[in-house]
């Protein structure tokens, strides 16, 4: 880790606008292939990453992980961050090692804000689960609504045949399954691979509540 990540791991402003002055290379990476702009954007740190945008710092890198810093800022929850990079020269499309682009992370953790600003990018989709596959599983209810907004499709069925109503009543999230409903273009009866439909998962896990909003 070269003088220039770690003050950009410590948010030390003056000493990474000392290090850029001095032309320092801020394309050099780290035994796990983190510039220091990665390092930046996975802390938060705003200002730097501005800094280091200005000093042209690549935006496309990926580290050992197959990840770009638009990645970290949306796995981490930097709404600001992601609005800096998208007026970069970012590639929305980029998946890392797990196949999961920046939108799928901020999807996966709930970050919803995020994942309304990355919608409007009309970001693609080619994960075998979709983000509004990830988002009902988890019982995100606030993205699932943002996901709808952006007109996502919630008839999309993963290779087990689940549509987004299956993966959300299969663990009991309500407050997904009521807002999918209300959304008026979900088929209660779809059947996965196995002949089962949400109701069916619903029952089968105990999950009342679900049963009670699928049969209303």
Do not use: F
């Amino acid at each position: 880790m070269t003088a220039l990540h770690r003050a950009a791991w410590n948010g030390h402003y003056d000493v990474v606008d000392i290090l850029v002055e001095a032309h320092a290379d801020t394309e050099i990476r780290t035994r796990d292939g983190k510039t220091a702009l990665h390092v930046s954007v996975a802390r938060g740190h705003g200002k730097i990453v501005e800094m280091l945008l200005n000093a042209n710092t690549d935006v496309t890198t990926q580290d050992n992980e197959g990840k770009t810093a638009m990645h970290y800022a949306a796995q981490y929850g930097h709404g600001k961050i992601v609005e800096r990079l998208l007026k970069s020269n970012v590639i929305l499309t980029t998946q890392d090692n797990e196949g999961k682009t920046a939108l799928q992370w901020a999807v996966w953790n709930g970050h919803d804000t995020i994942v309304e600003t990355l919608v409007k990018e009309n970001v693609g989709v080619s994960e075998e689960w979709t983000p509004m596959h990830r988002a009902a599983w988890y019982g995100h209810d606030k993205v699932v609504e943002m996901l709808l907004r952006g007109k996502t499709d919630v008839t999309t069925e993963s290779r087990e045949k689940w549509t987004t109503l299956h993966k959300a009543s299969w663990n009991g999230h309500e407050k997904v399954v009521d807002t999918l409903l209300s959304a008026g273009n979900v088929d209660l009866s779809v059947q996965d691979k196995d002949g089962w439909t949400a109701l069916h998962w619903a029952a089968w896990n105990g999950r009342d509540k679900v049963v009670q909003l699928l049969l209303t």
